[in-house]
């Protein structure tokens, strides 16, 4: 069963403007959510991630918020380029299992 | 260059044939994780190693397929009498577990198709 889930399979979005990439969790034992970001044809990269013990995490363009009580986290990216067009996934560390993803599409 | 390698690349067989791929991880990562990928999907996961132990296998690794990690280094994933349901991207990943949150790091992946 799914632990990490992604309920929009696709956002688009201006470029320029922010990117908001949801996530949802069941499971409280992860110590860590990954982001990834992949490209067709390639495998996925590692984007950035967060410490169960804080509620954010940022790193130049991309931002991930981290709400415990909600069990929800969020990777947010200002601005947005055509170059972040991808498919983006988040994982919990301890059960590293995919969904389907986000596809974002980020319009010149 | 010390990231994750797989090879080859691109593999095209005849249904029935076997065909193996080979993954060499990250130097010194201890923890090998093997996906498979097709059009639309996140990667699903097939199985993972911690050092030269399989620790878990998925329910979707049918009996033709096998892996192994011998050395607790490269691994290789056969698959037996292959199908057309087999055509897709299958990926190797590598982690240092404990280290980072167990950050796993991808190869570009080996396409097989099945004809």
């Known amino acids: 069963d799914q632990q990490v889930k992604q309920n929009s399979p696709s956002l688009s979005v201006q470029e320029g403007r922010i990117s908001i990439l949801n996530c949802d969790y069941t499971n409280s034992m992860f110590d860590y959510f990954l982001w990834y970001k992949k490209y067709p044809a390639e495998g996925p990269t590692f984007l950035i991630s967060?410490?169960?013990?804080?509620d954010k995490n940022e790193d130049g363009r991309f931002t991930v918020f981290l709400n415990k009580s909600a069990k929800h986290l969020s990777l947010h990216i200002v601005p947005s380029q055509p170059g972040d067009s991808a498919v983006y996934f988040c994982v919990g560390n301890n059960d590293m299992r995919f969904g389907a993803g986000t596809r974002l599409t980020v319009k010149p | 260059d010390t990231g994750v390698s797989q090879n080859p690349r691109h593999k095209i067989t005849k249904r029935g044939q076997n065909v193996t791929f080979r993954c060499d991880p990250i130097?010194?990562?201890?923890?090998l994780y093997w996906y498979r990928q097709t059009l639309g999907q996140g990667p699903e996961f097939l199985t993972y190693?911690?050092?030269?132990?399989?620790?878990?296998k998925s329910r979707l690794l049918s009996d033709r397929f096998s892996a192994e990690r011998p050395k607790g280094s490269f691994s290789t994933l056969e698959i037996q009498r292959t199908e057309q349901g087999d055509s897709a991207m299958y990926l190797c990943?590598?982690?240092?577990?404990?280290?980072?949150?167990?950050?796993?790091?991808f190869g570009e992946g080996s396409w097989l198709t099945v004809v």
């Open positions: 130097s010194e990562h201890n923890r």
């Open positions: 190693f911690q050092n030269e132990a399989q620790l878990e």
């Open positions: 967060i410490s169960s013990i804080k």
């Open positions: 990943a590598s982690s240092l577990a404990g280290y980072s949150g167990n950050t796993i790091y």
